[in-house]
């Protein structure tokens, strides 16, 4: 492997030291370095592997980057990452580490990495990625509009409680523990708990409906839509190698996100459909090279 090939993938790990270093809460240094550096793993393990293969790669970094999240915030620090939490946050005007993880993973950094965060880190993805499905057909279009009724549901649910009484800080309506930082972390892991119950309890029985792992992010995610502008002027996009494509469709049938890889990539173009999530699966099946 050459030097320049290590330097690259070791990236994603440098940028969460990076980060870690920058944020300076103990805590960073457990989330950012682990994300980057199972990025880079993820990356190295698809360099020995072949073809459709390499995803196992990015899959393994996927489903290991989620205890982040999901044990090390969620469970130890009663930290919420979901949408209705940001939402209760900005509403009090708090920056915590619910909003850094939105700036960075969901508003900002998809300037840069576009959809990165879905398919290489997600928490709900982690699990849907691992299922036992094979096929992957096409959402009819019909039903991604979902998306953004749910979206709008998402912001009006803490905004109701919010106007119907509900101080998620004090905690008016359950009364006063004498402890309002301990109080308001119960909620914050009740809301977790429930909020990512719902998420996984909707997205598993999807896949298996529409024979599609990711059936839950082409319906009914509304986080996906938060990120779909920055998505189309991001930095990272795959594009044409300058190989000439055969026209196979094996780019378009296996990707997750149904994209029409063929079409850009066929005319020359960058992928800039703001549902690529950069899984690399296109590049990975393409059998003249043609995506870079
Ligand atoms: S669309 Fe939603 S569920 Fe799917 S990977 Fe992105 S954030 Fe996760
Ligand atoms: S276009 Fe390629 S990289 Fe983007 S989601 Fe589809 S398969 Fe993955
Ligand atoms: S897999 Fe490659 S050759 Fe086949 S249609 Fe897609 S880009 Fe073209």
Redesign the pocket.
């Known amino acids: 492997m050459s030097i320049k090939k290590i330097i690259i993938n070791l990236i994603p790990f440098l940028i969460g030291i990076f980060l870690a270093w920058l944020l300076s809460w103990w805590g960073f240094w457990v989330i950012f370095p682990w994300i980057g550096g199972w990025i880079s793993i993820g990356c190295f393990i698809a360099i020995y592997k072949k073809g459709k293969d390499k995803d196992l790669g990015r899959r393994i970094s996927i489903l290991m980057i989620s205890p982040v999240f999901l044990i090390f915030l969620g469970i130890f620090q009663h930290e919420n990452l979901q949408l209705e939490e940001t939402v209760f946050y900005i509403a009090a005007g708090y920056i915590t580490r619910v909003l850094i993880h939105y700036i960075i993973a969901k508003i900002l950094g998809p300037f840069i990495w576009g959809r990165g965060f879905c398919g290489w880190a997600c928490w709900t993805a982690a699990i849907l990625e691992w299922l036992p499905i094979k096929e992957n057909r096409a959402i009819p279009k019909k039903y991604t509009h979902i998306r953004y009724i749910v979206l709008v549901i998402s912001i009006l649910i803490p905004i109701l409680f919010i106007q119907f009484g509900y101080d998620f800080f004090n905690n008016h309506i359950y009364g006063d523990s004498g402890n309002l930082f301990q109080h308001h972390k119960t909620h914050q892991l009740i809301w977790f708990l429930v909020g990512n119950g719902i998420y996984y309890a909707t997205a598993i029985p999807l896949a298996f409906i529409f024979k599609k792992k990711r059936a839950f992010c082409k319906i009914a995610c509304p986080v996906a839509l938060i990120m779909k502008l920055q998505t189309r002027v991001a930095l990272i996009k795959l594009k044409p190698t300058g190989n000439e494509?055969?026209?196979?469709?094996?780019?378009?049938k296996n990707c997750p996100m149904d994209v029409d890889?063929?079409f850009y990539?066929?005319n020359g173009k960058s992928i800039t459909s703001t549902e690529c999530i950069l899984c690399d699966i296109?590049r990975n099946?393409?059998?003249?090279n043609?995506?870079k």
Not at 245 to 252: A, F, H, Q, V
Not at 285 to 288: E, F, G, R, S, Y
Request: hydrophobic share 40%; glycine share 6%.
């Open positions: 494509c055969i026209e196979c469709g094996t780019c378009n890889v063929m990539i066929k296109c099946v393409c059998p003249v043609a995506i």
